[in-house]
T-cell receptor, first 116, second 116 residues
């Protein structure tokens, strides 16, 4: 079974609007972390935000927030007030702290296009 | 500044040739990784290493080899057995267990490998 599932291969959003990128995960480890990365067309991977499985509040970093629904095993990334520079691939990733701490699982990514 | 350095940025391989991609980190991270990314696709794990002189196969290890003789270095060799090596290769590192549970992987800027 897929550890991380991103069901939106591509999305469009109008500049200055908010957008939600979906991510669901599969694990039986009670302790895990969820990460979101941005990959512009130049290729580098930029870390955006982290959510731990025991965190009581949803993570926020500037215009990025994570809508963490533990019971549904979803960790959706919300980008508020989209900018043209947000156009990129976005990857959700997970790290299980009990089983193999050093292994990260990545989703297939969502390509976001911000329209002017 | 600490980081991960990948070289070269672009690499061309002739038929039947082995080529080696360099990855060096000065973050004092225990774990290092190699990923392959095809155009418009997600990251696929080739090999990872949790400590010096130890490494594990990822999902697509066939046709690749690695070594981890020093903590700072994790070179990847693309052998002639890899029949379709054209891709973008990303090296990453991460901290080990302890107080690093919320720390993401750090990535290099990647190497683009093409067949001549």
């Amino acid at each position: 079974a897929q550890k991380i599932t991103q069901t939106q291969p591509g999305m469009f959003v109008q500049e200055k609007e908010a957008v939600t990128l979906d991510c669901t995960y599969d694990t039986s480890d009670p302790s895990y972390g969820l990460f979101w990365y941005k990959q512009p067309s130049s290729g580098e991977m930029i870390f955006l935000i982290y959510q731990g499985s025991y965190d009581q509040q949803n993570a926020t970093e500037g215009r990025y927030s994570l809508n963490f629904q533990k019971a549904r095993k979803s960790a959706n990334l919300v980008i508020s007030a989209s900018q043209l520079g947000d156009s990129a691939m976005y990857f959700c990733a997970m790290r299980e702290y009990g089983y193999n701490f050093n292994k990260f699982y990545f989703g297939s990514g969502t390509k976001l296009n911000v329209k002017p | 500044d600490g980081g991960i350095t990948q070289s070269p940025k672009y690499l061309f391989r002739k038929e039947g040739q082995n080529v080696t991609l360099s990855c060096e980190q000065n973050l004092n991270h225990d774990a290092m990784y190699w990923y392959r990314q095809d155009p418009g696709q997600g990251l696929r794990l080739i090999y990872y290493s949790q400590i010096v002189n130890d490494f594990q196969k990822g999902d697509i290890a066939e046709g690749y080899s690695v070594s981890r003789e020093k903590k700072e270095s994790f070179p990847l060799t693309v052998t002639s057995a890899q029949k379709n090596p054209t891709a973008f290769y990303l090296c990453a590192s991460s901290m080990g267990p302890g107080d690093s549970s919320n720390q993401p992987q750090h990535f290099g800027d990647g190497t683009r490998l093409s067949i001549l």
